[in-house]
């Protein structure tokens, strides 16, 4: 058998899709649906709740607002990694991973800081009066994302180890596609429940 012939068959039996870029999709899929079955929950509850007078409206802590600009910068920074690792851009690649996880710690903090906030207003998972969950709702829309964004995070510094060995490049693009586009997902998703908390409340 010629090497072309070889070369061939093995390009044959690559797969289309890579199975982690594969495992990316149906996790994003997967984490998509527990959010809007969440979101569901939210939207059923709540009439029925008011009528019983079971049901605080409140603000969102300011924080959050705080947590969604954070979250639109970090998306800008991971694109421009994305886009220099394409032209080999390495020094900037790096620099741009760093910034974006630095950003994600800032998000993270500041996610915490409105949950000090909600505490302060006595808004806390389960309060004095327990058939009273409108506040838990945010508590667990926002602990389910916070945990996702751990997860992204802990993508930038592996994709940051990488491209520090040199191992991320044009040639070399797995693990920052990977990563680019997971941080996408977090940062898109978390505009949405932000968006979607800010009307409802």
Known sequence: MSNSSKVNRIKDQQPAVPPARLNLWLFMLASSML?????????????DAEG???????????????????????????????KNAKNDELA??????????VLGVLFCISQYLGWQQMIRLDLTFVNARPE???????WVITALHFVHILGGIALLIATWISAVRLNVHKKSMGLMT?????????????????????FAQ
């Open 178 to 198: 990977i990563t680019h586009t997971y941080w996408h997902f977090v940062g898109v998703l978390w505009i949405f429940l932000y968006l979607f908390l800010y």
């Open 92 to 101: 900037a690649n790096r620099n741009l991973l760093l910034v974006t996880t």
């Open 132 to 138: 009273d969950i409108s506040a838990s709702y945010v």
């Open 52 to 82: 019983r007078g079971a049901w605080t409206a409140f603000d969102l802590p300011v924080f959050f607002l705080y947590s969604t600009i954070i979250v639109v910068a970090s998306s800008v920074t991971a694109y421009l990694a994305q």
């Open 35 to 47: 959010f809007a079955a969440v979101v569901s929950a939210f939207i059923v509850h709540r009439p």
